[in-house]
């Protein structure tokens, strides 16, 4: 198998998300974290934003599963900011 570069992975890390949510220059996206999971081409992601209709510009946190391979989410799951440097590999 190809070796895929951290450029790869977040690039498409990114255009999952984009797909999912659109343009995310509009919602202060930012991208917290990007791990390789056990499972071969799986990543885990965190990320948050501030969602378009939120009139108190609160921020939202979430963790996805991407499987780089296939480009899908395949897990999401709202999170809280403490969460963002939790340890979780499974």
Known sequence: MAKISAKDVIETVIDVIVS?????GYVGFRLHS?????????????????????KESKRVFYEARVNIKDKNIFETKEISESMLSKEDDN
């Open 20 to 24: 999912s949510y659109g343009n995310l």
């Open 34 to 54: 990007i791990k390789q999971n056990h499972k071969e081409n799986v990543y885990i992601a965190k990320y948050s934003f501030i969602p378009r209709e939120n």
